[in-house]
């Protein structure tokens, strides 16, 4: 019997909002604007940006997920509004092409494992925030009005 573990105070019941053991590693990990279980599809960007762009947070980031090598993330921070991109190469083209329709241009342009690419850059502004990342999500990502896209927005309070 191990000394440290008391048995009389150990039960079995999950905390509250908890329906399974991975519910219980989830609390506390993300802010999420949608009913747990829902899929997300380009109708959720709307209200994760906006949770996104309204946050008082001192440092705040969207991830928006439509595959394993396609994907953006969106940070705000001490260093302001930046923006990263990853894309595989058959997708490469068109994402450039998106990016330089909105004027943005990569300070930073990695090449990354599998023929992916990296892409690192400012964005000056929240303004029109929606319209490029819907942009870049269906002409750049070729996501179509029922793909799947997973979000996380993480958010974290000045110390």
Same mark, same amino acid.
């Given at each position: 019997?191990? /000394?440290?573990?008391?048995?009389? $105070?150990?039960?079995?019941?999950?905390?509250?909002?908890?329906? +399974?053991?991975? +519910?219980?590693?989830?609390?506390?990990?993300?802010?999420? /604007? @949608? /009913?747990?279980?829902?899929?997300?599809?380009?109708?959720?960007?709307?209200?994760?940006?906006?949770?996104?762009?309204?946050?008082?947070?001192?440092? @705040?980031?969207?991830?928006?997920?439509?595959?394993?090598?396609?994907?953006?993330?969106?940070?705000?921070? $001490?260093?302001?509004?930046?923006?990263?991109?990853?894309?595989?190469?058959?997708?490469?083209?068109?994402?450039?092409?998106?990016?330089?329709?909105?004027?943005?241009?990569?300070?930073?342009?990695?090449?990354?494992?599998?023929?992916?690419?990296?892409?690192?850059?400012?964005? /000056?502004?929240?303004?029109?925030?929606?319209?490029?990342?819907?942009?870049?999500?269906?002409?750049?990502?070729?996501?179509?009005?029922?793909?799947?896209?997973?979000?996380?927005?993480?958010?974290? $309070?000045?110390?």
């Amino acid at each position: 019997m191990n /000394p440290f573990v008391d048995y009389q $105070k150990r039960g079995v019941e999950l905390p509250a909002g908890c329906t +399974d053991l991975i +519910d219980v590693l989830r609390l506390g990990r993300s802010s999420d /604007p @949608r /009913p747990s279980g829902a899929a997300t599809t380009l109708a959720d960007v709307g209200s994760f940006l906006s949770l996104f762009v309204s946050s008082s947070a001192a440092v @705040r980031s969207l991830w928006i997920f439509h595959s394993a090598t396609s994907w953006l993330g969106l940070f705000c921070g $001490k260093h302001g509004l930046r923006a990263l991109v990853n894309v595989d190469a058959s997708r490469e083209q068109a994402v450039r092409g998106v990016l330089s329709h909105a004027g943005f241009v990569p300070d930073q342009d990695d090449t990354l494992e599998n023929n992916a690419r990296g892409l690192q850059f400012v964005i /000056p502004s929240t303004s029109g925030i929606e319209h490029f990342v819907r942009e870049l999500l269906t002409h750049g990502f070729g996501a179509t009005q029922v793909s799947p896209l997973e979000f996380h927005f993480h958010e974290r $309070k000045a110390a």
